[in-house]
């Protein structure tokens, strides 16, 4: 008797447990692209600039305004798209359950963070280091974690390591005070369902638990390209969304 109880309550537990049911995965694919002329943008500092901060590291080669980084085919760079979960976290698979990586790259080279666009899980830590000759600062302005803003020293190779342990609705700014153009977005995230477009604008997502799910767009001007975009994952198949457009004029400041 006492063993059919046990067998019982071991299927009745499977039937509602995800962990238990078989689990498929598949993959979102798609691009995002500017509708219409992307507005052209005056570069952050100007080649040969004496006037500004720093200026042997700053002004050696000019630093672009990276707020909208699009090609002459109109796609859109440096847009996050990513699993959206009103709660919980979504079934991760096996493979992704622990990043790759324990910690992410987050450096400064002639006075630009590089990359403009980071995607950390709230397992990992930003390694935040300087190949510059001069001293920056590192600003966080998240809405869920506690802000950090510190020194990073010239020539920091060691850096520091920093972590945010819950997920952030959507992505934060990062800056540096010293410096006011150098401005970065972090989104951080509890699942591995988040990635930034590449320079042709694609996207493509892997390993999603199959189902309906939702996924978010924002670029730093436009916000929410996409607040609710539902995708059906179905095992084993790619499901492309095709083409996200962005109008042109909601890129103007």
Same mark, same amino acid.
């Given at each position: 008797m006492r063993s059919l109880i046990a067998f019982t309550m071991l299927i009745t537990g499977c039937l509602v447990s995800q962990t238990c049911l078989a689990q498929g995965w598949g993959t979102v694919t798609g691009k995002v692209v500017v509708d219409g002329t992307a507005p052209t943008l005056k570069p952050?500092?100007?080649?040969?600039?004496?006037?500004?901060?720093?200026?042997?590291? *700053?002004?050696?080669?000019?630093?672009?305004?990276?707020?909208? !980084?699009?090609?002459?085919? %109109?796609?859109?760079?440096? *847009?996050? +798209?990513?699993?959206?979960?009103?709660?919980?976290?979504?079934? &991760?698979?096996?493979?992704?359950k622990v990043p790759k990586d324990a910690s992410v790259l987050f450096d400064q080279k002639g006075c630009e963070f590089f990359p403009h666009s980071l995607v950390v899980r709230t397992d990992q830590a930003v390694k935040c280091i300087s190949n510059d000759a001069c001293g920056h600062n590192v600003h966080t302005f998240p809405l869920k974690? #506690?802000?950090?803003?510190?020194? &990073?020293?010239?020539?920091?190779?060691?850096?520091?390591m920093?972590?945010?342990?819950?997920?952030?609705?959507?992505?934060?700014? +990062? !800056?540096c005070d010293i410096h006011p153009w150098m401005r970065s977005y972090w989104l951080v995230v509890d699942h591995p369902y988040a990635v930034v477009t590449d320079?042709? %604008?694609?996207?493509?997502? #892997?390993?999603?638990?199959e189902g309906e799910h939702t996924f978010r767009i924002w670029q730093e001007r436009v916000g929410?390209? #996409?607040?609710?975009?539902?995708?059906?994952?179905?095992? %084993?198949?790619?499901?492309? +969304? %095709?083409?996200?457009?962005?109008?042109?004029?909601?890129? #103007?400041?």
């Open positions: 952050k500092v100007v080649k040969g600039d004496q006037n500004v901060k720093d200026p042997s590291v *700053c002004s050696v080669n000019g630093i672009p305004d990276k707020s909208i !980084t699009v090609n002459e085919k %109109g796609e859109l760079a440096n *847009c996050f +798209v990513y699993l959206y979960m009103r709660r919980g976290t979504p079934d &991760i698979h096996p493979d992704l974690n #506690e802000p950090y803003n510190l020194l &990073i020293g010239a020539n920091d190779k060691t850096g520091a920093l972590e945010n342990p819950q997920a952030e609705p959507l992505p934060m700014q +990062v !800056t320079a042709e %604008g694609n996207f493509k997502i #892997e390993n999603v638990p929410y390209v #996409e607040r609710g975009l539902d995708v059906e994952i179905k095992d %084993g198949q790619v499901t492309n +969304v %095709g083409t996200i457009k962005v109008e042109a004029k909601d890129l #103007e400041e």
